[in-house]
């Protein structure tokens, strides 16, 4: 299963909607995910990934859209 997929998953096992966000759409100002769920998303990411984000990377800007959490997930290498 390819990265996007598996991000895609994730955000509607956070969202409990069974919906597919555009790479480019903003998660939350679609009202998909709020703040609230950002740290249940980030922990997903966490596991699925075998990362640690730190705190201080918790920023909706960072996992805005699906394209922002790949990009991310490259900045880490």
Known sequence: MDRRLQ????IR????KDI???ADESLFDSGLLDSFA?????SLIEQKFA????DSDL?????DS???????LDSRG
Request: charge should be positive; proline fraction near 12%.
């Open 59 to 63: 920023n909706p800007r960072k996992f």
């Open 38 to 42: 950002l740290p249940d998303l980030v």
């Open 51 to 54: 990362i640690k984000i730190p």
């Open 13 to 16: 096992q956070v969202a409990k």
């Open 66 to 72: 699906v394209e922002r959490i790949e990009e991310y």
């Open 7 to 10: 991000l895609v998953n994730l």
């Open 20 to 22: 597919t966000p555009a």
